[in-house]
């Protein structure tokens, strides 16, 4: 008597992002992380104040009165006035727009084509990989603020000049840890599967690939956030970045340096504001890096 014999069933891989409850889930592991937490709470409260300075203060960041120059924090202005007669709080609060509305475009720019440019270069592999790794290497070999200042001054400043010159400067390095990841995930049956199903490089990038690595993108926005935070605010200490009037911190700080024992406050608060928001990127950063188990050095960093 024969008996039928019947094959096994074939179980279709697919990414991990795409399992039912992964959101969910990722939520869960980041609320048990307390760095994590209290990083991401301080950068809101950074938004927040950033989106309500209007509310927050009834004076103009940009509009000074000379007879109320260089005084110290009281009743009418709690941090001080600077001196051109500015309300010190005024500028810290507004300031938190520019530094934050210029570093998350500038970041959001340098991960998207680090991303892209790194994804594309472990998928593809071949003399694509190597000459564009040769490339990178080579921009890296260049000191990051010398970049950023070489930039400026053949381009001019202004927001979206320095939004490029972030770009020129980190993108070699979110390509390194994003081909990294992504070399990991390019060897997997799912993307295999894709390309004998005949699909383009874009589609396996953005369907199979990517959502794989969303945890090490990330971790990645968050810390180059933080240093992109620092490397504008010195920017425009040194005079390549904001012009004045505009209310940043870094301005803030080069211009009222040389009255720093007459009104400390004018320097100290926007250092404080820099100081606390760069603590709460590098928490979160910290925080989802655990939390996610994104060992960012063996990823390439």
């Known amino acids: 008597m024969s008996t039928l014999k019947i094959p096994d069933a074939v179980v279709p891989v697919g990414p991990v992002a795409a399992s039912p409850g992964f959101a969910a889930r990722t939520w869960r592991t980041v609320r ?15 938004l927040l104040i950033a989106l309500l300075a209007p509310v927050l203060t009834s004076y103009e960041p940009t509009v000074g009165d000379a007879t109320h120059a260089l005084l110290g924090p009281g009743a009418d202005h709690w941090a001080g006035t600077d001196q051109y007669g500015r309300d010190v ?14 570093s998350v475009a500038a970041t959001l720019v340098t991960i ?29 070999s260049i000191p990051s603020i010398l970049a950023l200042l070489v930039v400026v001054t053949a ?76 490397l504008i605010s010195s920017l425009s200490f040194l ?26 406050m004018a320097s100290l608060a926007p250092i404080i504001a820099l100081a606390t928001l760069v603590i709460g990127l590098n928490l979160a950063a910290d925080g989802l890096s655990k939390a996610w188990g994104v060992d960012r050095i063996r990823e390439g960093s």
């Open 112 to 140: 998207a084509l680090g991303t892209v440019l790194g994804c594309a270069a472990a998928l593809r592999g071949g003399w694509l990989d190597d000459v564009l790794m040769r490339v990178l290497d080579a921009v890296l």
């Open 155 to 230: 381009l001019g400043t202004g927001p979206a000049v320095i939004v490029l010159a972030i770009a020129v400067v980190y993108v070699p390095q979110v390509v390194r840890v994003v081909r990294g990841a992504a070399l990991a995930v390019v060897p997997a049956d799912y993307v295999t599967a894709a390309r004998a199903r005949g699909e383009r490089t874009w589609s396996i990038l953005w369907r199979e690939v990517l959502p794989n690595i969303t945890d090490v993108v990330c971790v990645e926005f968050a810390m180059r956030a933080s240093w992109v935070v620092l």
């Open 239 to 264: 005079g390549f970045g904001a012009n004045p009037p505009t209310p940043d911190w870094g301005l803030m700080v080069a211009e009222n340096r040389t009255a720093i024992t007459v009104v400390p």
């Open 32 to 46: 048990s992380s307390r760095a994590a937490t209290i990083g991401l709470a301080i950068v809101a409260v950074h």
């Open 89 to 102: 709080l005024a500028r810290v609060l507004y300031g938190g727009r520019y530094a934050l509305g210029v």
